[in-house]
């Protein structure tokens, strides 16, 4: 059975080096197949099963499935297996369950390549027993509830940081939908809300172990009532507005965008009639908003006799609109970094009479997708010989060695309409979403993306879910426009004010941007707040336990 298992797995990942095959869908598969290993030994089995009910969990409690009332339950099944653990190799079964977990939630990844599936999995394995099962072994001097919770915040910050950055499906983001619940997230982040309901499935635990109420549940109890507490007492009622922004949802596969320069033509006509469809509809937009990528010609600084037609093509449109617009576009410094495919992914801002307003520069790069790694260890010319070699050679992707931008910009559209830019994965990023929101006083905080590598999978809700909080946090509404989908806006209480949840297919909708609501005190300095109490409340333990000793 072992050699059948293997071979199921060893074969997709040869075959996933094969262009044109696909292989991402033997993700459920692998998973089914990996505890066989261990399935014959008896006392590995309770333990399995238990591990199998909280990954069947995970899965359910993120969208989609998205039940999220799961996210109270999802550790109970792997604490009770972990007690019936011999303890000789602790940091071996954390591992394989943080690499189930994550191979579970993140299968989409393998619509980019095997190995970055298995590679997340990998690292996410060692960031949950590094994390989470190291704290929960180790830190004695701290109470069993509080050192898990803690140790459960270090594994999603270890995590956060997995190929550059990937703060996906922790604990507080299966409750987005509960907007009475979330609504502690403008108060001190999505740490705290992850840490409550870490800390009170671990004093539940506790609980059932020693069959009383220990004082971590009622502790537990109090935290919970407090928070919907005060999500209800301060649950924001933001008055609507008309429509003002217009985003134009394309549908280009990454597989045909990548060769998008023999298919502009195409691409360019459907976002031009889906553009000029949606202004029929909705005459009164001020603002035109395109996915990221998806202007057809290349901006080039020192472009002085517009040879790519950028400048024309934009001007033609704003003839064609009459309105303001913010495209995602490729932007080169000069001719021989456009020959080279060095620039930046950006967004670009046009007036409703041509005129270049204002270009965005994308500051964090997907590692390898975006970035040529090598360049943060390497001078510039060993990294541009690599390069050449790759590009030759092996036909590694030029456009996987773009710059970064220096900062954050915001589009001013008009009163009411500044708009702080983010593109692709940044917004998932509370720290670069902050501090977009704290440059040029913005009104609503703009997201582009290219969710056209995915298909119709998770990733795409899970994304949204996830923009969710960034828009309390900062008490400003969230606006995403996709190739692929899903395209929407969130109020700056969490709720969805307007989705165009069709994955994969184009479409527009006109967005009415709410008022954003006063300067939250997550803004304002409260994301420091659990980080620092819970590093005093684990000093003060220490002490006291040293004390003890001696």
């Given amino acids: 059975m072992r050699w059948i298992a293997a071979l199921f797995i060893v074969v997709p990942l040869a075959l996933s080096f094969v262009p044109g095959v696909p292989t991402h869908g033997y993700g459920l598969m692998i998973l089914g197949l990996l505890p066989l290993y261990a399935w014959k030994r008896p006392a590995q089995r309770p333990r399995l099963l238990a591990y199998g009910i909280a990954l069947g969990l995970g899965v359910l409690a993120w969208p989609d499935p998205d039940w999220g009332f799961l996210g109270w339950f999802l550790m109970l099944p792997y604490l009770w297996a972990r007690e019936r653990d011999d303890g000789a190799a602790w940091w071996r079964t954390a591992w394989f369950f943080g690499f189930l977990r994550a191979i579970a939630g993140f299968y989409w990844l393998g619509n980019i390549h095997f190995t970055a599936w298995l590679g997340v999995g990998f690292l996410s394995g060692i960031a949950f027993a590094v994390g989470f099962e190291l704290v929960l072994r180790r830190a004695t001097f701290m109470p069993y509830a509080l050192r898990g919770a803690t140790g459960w915040l270090l594994f999603e910050w270890i995590h956060s940081w997995i190929g550059g950055g990937f703060p996906w499906r922790y604990l507080a983001h299966t409750q987005h939908n509960y907007l009475i619940v979330i609504q502690i997230v403008a108060v001190a982040g999505v740490p705290a809300l992850s840490f409550l309901m870490a800390f009170s499935q671990l004093a539940a635990f506790q609980a059932w172990q020693k069959r009383r109420f220990v004082p971590a549940a009622r502790v537990a109890a109090a935290g919970i009532a407090l928070t919907l507490l005060g999500?209800?007492?301060?649950?924001?009622?933001?008055?609507?507005?008309?429509?003002?922004?217009?985003?134009?949802?394309?549908?280009?596969?990454?597989?045909?965008?990548?060769?998008?320069?023999?298919?502009?033509?195409?691409?360019?006509?459907?976002?031009?009639?889906?553009?000029?469809?949606?202004?029929?509809?909705?005459?009164?937009?001020?603002?035109?908003?395109?996915?990221?990528?998806?202007?057809?010609?290349?901006?080039?600084?020192?472009?002085?006799?517009?040879?790519?037609?950028?400048?024309?093509?934009?001007?033609?449109?704003?003839?064609?609109?009459?309105?303001?617009?913010?495209?995602?576009?490729?932007?080169?410094?000069?001719?021989?970094?456009?020959?080279?495919?060095?620039?930046?992914?950006?967004?670009?801002?046009?007036?409703?009479?041509?005129?270049?307003?204002?270009?965005?520069?994308?500051?964090?790069?997907?590692?390898?997708?975006?970035?040529?790694?090598?360049?943060?260890?390497?001078?510039?010319?060993?990294?541009?010989?690599?390069?050449?070699?790759?590009?030759?050679?092996?036909?590694?992707?030029?456009?996987?060695?773009?710059?970064?931008?220096?900062?954050?910009?915001?589009?001013?559209?008009?009163?009411?309409?500044?708009?702080?830019?983010?593109?692709?994965?940044?917004?998932?990023?509370?720290?670069?979403?902050?501090?977009?929101?704290?440059?040029?006083?913005?009104?609503?905080?703009?997201?582009?993306?290219?969710?056209?590598?995915?298909?119709?999978?998770?990733?795409?809700?899970?994304?949204?879910?996830?923009?969710?909080?960034?828009?309390?946090?900062?008490?400003?509404?969230?606006?995403?426009?996709?190739?692929?989908?899903?395209?929407?806006?969130?109020?700056?209480?969490?709720?969805?004010?307007?989705?165009?949840?069709?994955?994969?297919?184009?479409?527009?909708?006109?967005?009415?941007?709410?008022?954003?609501?006063?300067?939250?005190?997550?803004?304002?300095?409260?994301?420091?707040?659990?980080?620092?109490?819970?590093?005093?409340?684990?000093?003060?333990?220490?002490?006291?336990?040293?004390?003890?000793?001696?």
């Fill in 231 to 550: 999500g209800v007492m301060f649950f924001p009622v933001l008055k609507p507005r008309a429509p003002s922004v217009l985003l134009v949802q394309s549908s280009v596969p990454q597989s045909l965008k990548e060769a998008k320069f023999e298919l502009a033509s195409d691409v360019l006509r459907e976002l031009v009639e889906l553009t000029e469809a949606g202004l029929e509809r909705y005459p009164d937009v001020k603002l035109i908003v395109w996915p990221e990528t998806m202007f057809p010609a290349p901006l080039i600084a020192d472009d002085t006799r517009d040879r790519y037609r950028f400048h024309a093509l934009a001007k033609r449109l704003a003839e064609r609109f009459g309105r303001d617009a913010i495209y995602g576009a490729n932007c080169f410094p000069s001719y021989a970094d456009f020959e080279r495919r060095r620039g930046y992914n950006a967004a670009v801002h046009i007036r409703a009479n041509g005129e270049l307003a204002g270009v965005y520069r994308k500051q964090w790069l997907v590692s390898m997708g975006e970035e040529f790694l090598p360049r943060r260890f390497f001078p510039d010319a060993w990294c541009d010989a690599a390069m050449d070699f790759l590009a030759a050679n092996v036909g590694y992707p030029r456009s996987s060695d773009l710059r970064k931008g220096d900062g954050p910009v915001t589009l001013d559209a008009g009163e009411g309409l500044r708009c702080a830019m983010s593109i692709c994965f940044e917004g998932m990023s509370p720290a670069l979403t902050l501090e977009s929101a704290n440059h040029g006083a913005p009104d609503l905080l703009l997201n582009l993306v290219n969710n056209g590598w995915f298909q119709e999978t998770w990733e795409e809700r899970q994304m949204l879910a996830i923009y969710k909080f960034r828009a309390l946090e900062n008490g400003m509404p969230f606006l995403t426009c996709a190739n692929g989908g899903v395209s929407g806006a969130i109020g700056p209480s969490g709720d969805v004010v307007e989705v165009l949840d069709e994955v994969m297919k184009t479409g527009v909708i006109a967005v009415s941007v709410p008022h954003a609501r006063s300067r939250t005190l997550f803004a304002m300095g409260g994301r420091w707040a659990v980080p620092i109490g819970l590093a005093a409340a684990a000093l003060a333990y220490f002490l006291t336990h040293l004390r003890k000793r001696h």
